[in-house]
Every structure is written in structure tokens, then in C-alpha cells.
């Protein structure tokens, strides 16, 4: 574990655990109707943090039950559609698409997908890395699924969607607290 400082509030995280620093302040509903940035205090902010730990958990653990993200299908119609990875997907320099193979391709992919990131790249990036028909030594390696034809393009939605849940989550929390302030 390494502390990471962003606007004076330092707090903990696990190396490549992949979660965003969380905003130095949220939004509190005063007596008068209107909204103030403050941080909250330790108590409401550790409730926070434990719905947000539990959702999370919920979110990630039960990936494969979610509705995939409704992604824009654009299939290709000089090639029969297929929904298997020929070789690997590929992800279009503007991050808004996925290239499944010379059929289809998966589109509408916003761009908070991204702010979830395992180590040094998003889920949905690796996903597309390590979901690839490879061979070595003789050995291929397919991760199609011959039960399930759709499994990957499904899988890419249902990434999209853990991707995107995990950021607005992560954006909600409220401050953490340094306890060096405590007393001022």
C-alpha cells in the first residue's frame, strides 16, 4: 500500500486496485434548501464508505447476472455476423467502440468506462487484451465459449456496465478524513 495525497486529504489504496482518488468534498443539503461542498463527518462518511464497500462487492462478485450495457451493435452486412473473436477485438483510438472481428462491432462506449481501471488500464482494456485466440507451442488458446456464442460480446457489456457503476460509486464517496486534521 502506498498513501496517495490529492488536495490535502491522504488516504490509502492498494496497489492497482484501480479506484480513483475520491473528490475532497460532496454536497450536503443545508437547513435553508441549498447545497454546500463540505466534508462530512467521520461517522456518515464511514456508513458511506460501507454501502459503497457493499454495492461494490455486490457489483463485482455477480458481474455475469447483470444486463450487458446497451451497446450499439454495427454489423458489418457484406460479412456473415458472427459474435466470436476471430483473432482479437481491437478498441478504436477514440475509446468509443470495440471491433469484435470483421462483422461486428460494439459501439456507444462512454467515456466514464475508462475511470475504472485495473492497474494501469481500464477493465473494459483488459478484457479486450486477454479475451484473444491465441497459439503457442502448438497449443491454442480460444476464449469463445462453443455453448455460448454471444458470452463475449455479452462480457463486453456487462464490463462496460461494472465500469461504469464502480465510477459513479467511487465518485460518490465523501471525503476521508487525515486524521493529522482531527483537531482543526
Given at each position: 500500500?502506498?498513501?496517495?495525497?490529492?488536495?490535502?486529504?491522504?488516504f490509502r489504496s492498494?496497489?492497482?486496485?484501480?479506484?480513483?482518488?475520491?473528490s475532497p468534498h460532496v454536497a450536503v443539503e443545508t437547513s435553508e434548501g441549498t447545497a454546500s461542498r463540505t466534508?462530512?463527518?467521520?461517522?456518515?462518511?464511514?456508513?458511506?464508505?460501507?454501502r459503497a464497500g457493499k454495492e461494490l462487492a455486490e457489483l463485482?462478485?455477480?458481474?455475469?447476472?447483470?444486463?450487458?450495457?446497451?451497446?450499439?451493435?454495427m454489423e458489418n452486412r457484406s460479412v456473415p455476423l458472427s459474435y466470436r473473436v476471430e483473432d482479437k477485438m481491437r478498441l478504436s483510438k477514440d475509446k468509443t467502440s470495440v471491433k469484435v472481428n470483421e462483422s461486428l462491432a460494439l459501439g456507444?462506449?462512454?467515456?466514464?468506462?475508462?475511470?475504472?481501471?485495473?492497474?494501469?488500464?481500464?477493465a473494459l482494456e483488459w478484457v479486450i487484451d486477454q479475451y484473444q485466440v491465441t497459439e503457442h507451442n502448438g497449443i491454442?488458446?480460444?476464449?469463445?465459449?462453443?455453448?455460448?456464442?454471444?458470452?463475449?460480446?455479452r462480457l463486453v457489456g456487462q464490463v462496460?456496465?461494472?465500469?461504469?457503476?464502480?465510477?459513479?460509486l467511487v465518485s460518490s464517496l465523501p471525503?476521508?478524513?487525515?486524521?493529522?486534521?482531527?483537531?482543526s
Open positions: 500500500m502506498f498513501p496517495r495525497t490529492t488536495q490535502g486529504i491522504s492498494p496497489e492497482g486496485a484501480g479506484l480513483a482518488p475520491p466534508p462530512t463527518s467521520p461517522t456518515s462518511a464511514f456508513w458511506a464508505v460501507s463485482h462478485l455477480n458481474y455475469e447476472g447483470l444486463d450487458p450495457y446497451p451497446l450499439k451493435w456507444g462506449i462512454p467515456p466514464e468506462t475508462f475511470q475504472y481501471r485495473l492497474g494501469n488500464r481500464s491454442r488458446s480460444d476464449p469463445n465459449r462453443h455453448d455460448d456464442e454471444q458470452y463475449i460480446v462496460v456496465r461494472v465500469s461504469l457503476e464502480t465510477a459513479r471525503p476521508l478524513v487525515d486524521g493529522t486534521d482531527a483537531g
